[in-house]
T-cell receptor, first 114, second 117 residues
Framework: NAGVTQTPKFQVLKTGQSMTLQCAQD?????MYWYRQDPGMGLRLIYY???????DKGEVPNGYNVSRLNKREFSLRLESAAPSQTSVYFC?????????????FGPGTRLTVL | AQTVTQSQPEMSVQEAETVTLSCTYD???????LFWYKQPPSRQMILVIR??????QNATENRFSVNFQKAAKSFSLKISDSQLGDAAMYFC??????????????FGKGTLLTVNP
């Protein structure tokens, strides 16, 4: 039982390049999330998926797209990377959106955009 | 919009002592949820404790307890008998009611806790 896994762990991009961050969970959770964490700031929600087949914008969705590929997988795509997207990205999952549903976080992806 | 403020960027405590981390929040809603998350150097986010705003009783989880003051919009975390493994960044978070497109979890900027042996 690996929990929430993310790939890659590190990535360096040039401005304008595209890439997809992958996330998978093996806990049969319904809900999944993408956050970014910048220095001196808490996590900010980019997008989330309440259940398979649905996605919603979070606090900072601009410049990103997501795909809930199936119940296990939730990917985050940067179509044209910008230096402002340099950050650590966390994926999380939970049973559902109820407040009692603990969010389990992946180890993060450190992305640098030059 | 909801905001969460953690006024202590860094705190330190001696092993076995008690430390309190502060958190205040701003909201116009009457019902909501509050959380404390721990982020150790491994970067994994771990839920420490949560509190429902409608409950007057303060939540406790082993050595961790909160002091929830709804009128003052204050939600502090007390760690008793501090251990070296408690060293981490601690985030306070606010969540309003509702799911679907109403889902929103707002984090503070964090407090870095150092535990001295």
């Amino acid at each position: 039982n690996a929990g929430v896994t993310q790939t890659p762990k590190f990535q360096v991009l040039k401005t304008g390049q595209s890439m997809t961050l992958q996330c998978a969970q093996d806990m049969n959770h319904n809900s999944m999330y993408w956050y970014r964490q910048d220095p001196g700031m808490g996590l900010r929600l980019i997008y989330y998926s309440a259940s398979e087949g649905t996605t919603d914008k979070g606090e900072v969705p601009n410049g990103y797209n997501v795909s809930r590929l199936n119940k296990r997988e939730f990917s985050l795509r940067l179509e044209s990377a910008a230096p402002s997207q340099t950050s650590v990205y966390f994926c999380a999952s939970s049973e559902g959106l109820a407040y009692t549903d603990t969010q389990y976080f992946g180890p993060g992806t450190r992305l640098t955009v030059l | 919009a909801q905001t969460v403020t953690q006024s202590q960027p860094e705190m330190s405590v001696q092993e076995a002592e008690t430390v309190t981390l502060s958190c205040t929040y701003d909201t116009s809603e009457s019902d909501y949820y509050l959380f404390w998350y721990k982020q150790p150097p491994s970067r994994q986010m771990i839920l420490v404790i949560r509190q429902e705003a409608y409950k007057q009783q303060n939540a406790t989880e082993n050595r961790f307890s909160v002091n929830f003051q709804k009128a003052a919009k204050s939600f502090s975390l007390k760690i008793s008998d501090s251990q070296l493994g408690d060293a981490a960044m601690y985030f306070c978070a606010y969540r309003r009611l509702g799911g679907g497109s109403n889902y929103k979890l707002t984090f503070g900027k964090g407090t870095l806790l150092t535990v001295n042996p």
